[in-house]
């Protein structure tokens, strides 16, 4: 399904993105990112040819890519913190002290059996997108047809309009913006889990 591009690519990406809140940050300032010198855009282009002026203009006039890049960008950032390796030391030590009966929090539970099975999910999304992001920029430098991704161009934009509401509404009395959600205490670190999963469930069975 992908290509030996995407699996070296994505095994060396050689680039960072926002751990601590990539979900706030606004759609323009990821596309920006994006496209940075620095950053994972011209690293591809590097892996193809050498990036020029004009190959980096007809990539930000792309209509979708900079919408997909920061797509990726936001999934890769959740799959960090869904990562259930992480999750279940705490969700387990939670279920043993007891507590999050009820309300919102109380949904967490179901994670330590369809916990696996919704990383998976995110994760593959994610691959999905990235690999879109590859095709698209190597099509473009090599001047041949851009393949059809615009299913995931769509939900690009869903996905970029859903993770910024993970966090616009306040936690109880917990102050949790700006901050990477996993060093977030459990409470609030569980309440952004659901509402992450509540933000990209609409879009995990697109492919």
Not at 27 to 48: G, N, S
Not at 95 to 106: H, P, Q, R, W, Y
Not at 137 to 145: F, L, P, Q, S
Request: some cysteine; glycine content about 4%.
């Amino acid at each position: 399904m992908f290509s030996e591009d995407f699996f070296i690519l994505n095994r060396n990406t050689h680039f960072s993105f926002p751990h601590d809140n990539c979900d706030e940050i606004p759609t323009e300032e990821l596309k920006a990112m994006f496209f940075h010198p620095d950053y994972f855009c011209q690293h591809i282009v590097r892996y193809f040819v050498e990036p020029t002026d004009d190959i980096m203009k007809r990539l930000r006039g792309h209509p979708q890519l900079g919408e997909m890049g920061a797509a990726f960008m936001r999934l890769k950032f959740l799959a960090e913190v869904l990562d259930i390796r992480r999750m279940l030391p705490r969700l387990k030590s939670q279920k043993k002290a007891g507590g999050f009966l009820k309300d919102e929090v109380s949904r967490i539970w179901e994670w330590d059996t369809v916990g696996t099975e919704r990383y998976v999910a995110v994760d593959t999304l994610a691959n999905h997108m990235c690999n879109a992001v590859i095709e698209t920029i190597k099509a473009i430098v090599r001047n041949t047809d851009i393949p059809d991704f615009s299913q995931l161009a769509t939900a690009a934009v869903g996905i970029n309009l859903a993770i910024p509401q993970i966090r616009a509404n306040p936690c109880d009395r917990y102050a949790w913006n700006n901050v990477d959600p996993y060093t977030l205490v459990n409470y609030p670190y569980f309440v952004f889990v659901l509402r992450s999963w509540d933000a990209i469930e609409p879009f995990v069975d697109i492919m």
